[in-house]
């Protein structure tokens, strides 16, 4: 590992918030400045002129931008597009721009696979009726079987709409593998 104390400092511009943790890790190898441009714009605009990386998003990083920052080596968004910044002109100036675009991949794809359970399962219908679970749901009826400690509503097939830790819990398990 390099020893940092004979490195020159970088200085940074973070331009929106970061944990804590990864903040003070920051300024413990460089000089860090934290400025929002929408809430300090004077304090950004100064912090540009010396700043060798900056750190953020949300904010449209432009040519005039760039211009104000003329040591600028390095932007690290903390985003997944990189919709925010010109990308002919920063590779022209040699900046490099780092992104995490796998960042919510596996969260998407959840939320994705949860939607369309919920709608096959007909989840929020079921959650709607409450406890009166014999009550016929756009024209379809519900069977409110008693298993376990609570209600499960079923679907046409006779599926229950829940499932436990045992055979349900490893159907839902083999469902998951599927997407």
Do not use: F, I, T
């Given at each position: 590992m390099a020893n940092t104390s004979n490195m020159q400092k970088k200085n940074i511009l973070v331009f929106r918030p970061l944990p804590e943790d990864q903040l003070a890790r920051l300024q413990a190898a460089h000089n860090v400045t934290v400025a929002d441009p929408r809430k300090e714009p004077e304090a950004f605009a100064a912090a540009l002129r010396t700043a060798h990386g900056l750190i953020g998003s949300s904010h449209t990083v432009d040519a005039a931008l760039l211009d104000a920052a003329p040591q600028l080596e390095v932007i690290s968004s903390v985003s997944v597009g990189?919709?925010?910044?010109?990308?002919?002109e920063l590779h022209r100036r040699g900046i490099v721009l780092c992104h995490t675009p796998d960042v919510l991949t596996e969260t998407v794809a959840d939320t994705v696979f949860a939607i369309l359970m919920a709608t096959q399962r007909r989840v929020v219908e079921g959650h709607?009726?409450?406890?009166?679970?014999?009550?016929?749901?756009?024209?379809?009826?519900?069977?409110?079987?008693?298993?376990?400690?609570?209600?499960?509503?079923?679907?046409?097939?006779?599926?229950?709409?829940?499932?436990?830790?045992?055979?349900?819990?490893?159907?839902?398990g083999r469902g998951a593998r599927l997407r």
């Open positions: 990189v919709d925010n910044y010109p990308l002919a709607r009726r409450g406890p009166d679970l014999d009550r016929p749901v756009a024209g379809r009826h519900c069977d409110a079987g008693r298993q376990g400690a609570g209600p499960q509503a079923r679907d046409e097939g006779g599926r229950a709409a829940g499932g436990g830790h045992g055979r349900s819990g490893e159907g839902r």
